[in-house]
């Protein structure tokens, strides 16, 4: 392969990794806070992606007003969940919500999937871009789509506006110091119950943010998240479990490193992430980005 | 006196209808008294649309007709609709319960290619007639075919002879293809490329494999920007096929000149995107629902029971099970080898079969085919309305001929 074909694909690349790393921030962020395994976050994607959908079907509202308003519904059923369900499982085997969120994921798919079929009779649905990003753009070594060039660039303003409020503002001084310690932080008058809620609706409004965004790319389906879920939560192993910078690193990494390999050797495509979180778990078991457990 | 003889002849004739019945009866050797039909099919996942619950429906519309044209059988008909996950191993396993457990007499749909042929093995083991409407490779008839195992609809070698040719004719003759890592896209790769050298068509770089199911194409759309092929060919079905198509418009390949090769399509793929985005495609399929009168009727019925129009694969279903139950009717017996008896060389013609003739030899199932353009949205008459014929392959001619086959009974 010559290195124009490379560098092709390297760009290529970000795209997937935009959706990696915006989707692995948002369970980063959930699990460094409540220490929840978030396996729904899968099925929210897919519920940003349905709801830009649906608002378009049902109140004719274009992908604009969409990428704000999904997001917020889907943070605003995950408050829900939070408050109603997850909430007591808090202090329990983890286990317990790894099975509760699975669980939910399937019934979040199958609901989905009878109201596509019900309401639209289809189970895969169609959703173009704005008028404004459609057709493609020569960018002199590449003819490439607008609309994937806008992605790449909104994602990673996203995910530094995060970084950058959690490491450097003083909201996230509380919620790193309700991760920390959540008594000493309680006994300094901060409801940490409450921003555990918060951050838990921020997070998922991530996913359902990266879902919007994947509409006109992908079809919309009820089965879109499963897939890239399991590739999300190698991202999150890789970059260390709970660490923002590591999370969006890993995420446009990975997403580069699969699309060379599409191009090189196609069947590897799918399994050079395994192969790549097996060999960073021997050689730093705590992930690239993360601190060992001792160390916290 | 004369009321009297009246009565006695009527009684005399009743009595004589209900002995006929009764004899036919004691004739039919049903197991357990009843024939099961079991349709193995993907309820759940990227293939649950086109065939699925819809397949269940054709089978159990077909189960009632056959009851209603044959009175000795009222009652005596039951189909099972079973999931398969389009994977091998469950197939296998659902199989082999469906046989042993719940007493199926016959298989019937089995969309994707590894799952159809896990499902003909242990069909051949239990000595149980399946017949293969939705799985395409045709393994199933060479290498890997068995007494018991029928291919229905379609095959690889009909999809590339149909699409490779026509598309390869029509000045399309650099290709550059991509496929989905498993039997299917792998049989149709190389029936695919086989037809394209054979209409002196070239292929501008190896065909490359995708994983199964997948949905970001965009580094195989890139590598055909550089590599300027006359025709794309994607050899992915159902909801990959719709990502394919989605961002094969998306990166603005048709306006750089390259052209969409399809080697297999279904009506529900159309729905999903909109026909605009497939306009100008070509296809090969076995039926479509408007193709004509008679067509037309059976889909009517079919769209009253389901509330959808049906995909040929559907279609497929009703015509396989029919033929099986009138294969049962023949042989007075749903044992499998009295029915395969009763199959082979079969010659008949519904509303989706044209001149079909099932071959004894390898047990393809022989008819007509249609090479379809998919049109532009503004040229549909009606919601669904989405082909345009361009050629009828004859039954004769559609599938791969018997000197190539590798099958030995």
Redesign the interface.
Known sequence: MNTQ?LL??VF?GL??GAFYALLSLGLAVIFGMLRIVNFMHGALYMLGAFAAFALGQAFGLGFWPSLILAPVLVGLLGVVLERTLLSRLYGLDPSYNLLLTFGLTLLTQDLVKQVM?SQY??????YT?PAALA??VNLGF????K??LFVIVLSLVICLLTWLVIEKTRVGAIIRASTENPSVTRAFGIDVGKWVTGVFGVGVGLAGLAGVLAA????V?P??GA??IITTFAVVVIGGMGSILGSIVTGFAVGVLA?VG??LY??I??TLVFILMAAVLLVRPSGLFGLPEGAR | MNMQKKTLAVLGSTACCAAMTVALAQNLKLSDNVVRVGVLTDLS?VY??LSGQGSVKAAQLAAADFMAQNPSFRGKVQVIGVDHQNKADVASNKAAEMIDRQNVDMLVDLPTSSAALAASEIARQKKVPTLVVTGGTTALTNEKCNRYTFHYAYDNYMLANGTGSAVTKRGGNSWYIIYP?YAFGQDLNRQMTAAIQENKGRLVAPS????F????F???L??A??LKPKVFGTMQAG?DL??VV??YN???LR??GIGLGIGLLFE?DV????QD?FAGALATVPWYWNMDQRARTWAAKFEKAFG?KPTWAQAGVYSATMSYLQAVARAKSDDGDAVVKALEGHRFSDFFARNAYVRPQDHRVLLDVYTVQVKPKAQAKESGDYFTKIATIPAARAFMPLSESKCRM
């Open positions: 074909l092709i694909q290529n795209v997937n079929l009779a289809v189970s895969s649905a169609p871009p057709g493609v590449v003819v490439f789509p609309y994937r006109p790319i992908y079809s389906e089965y879109m897939e890239l699309a599409a191009a196609p069947p495509a799918n | 996942g649950s649309e890592n490359d494999a995708t994983p199911p997948n949905t970001d965009s580094s195989y890139l590598k920007q550089g909801a719709v990502n989605k961002q998306e990166f603005g306006q750089q529900t729905a999903a995107l909109g985005a959808k």
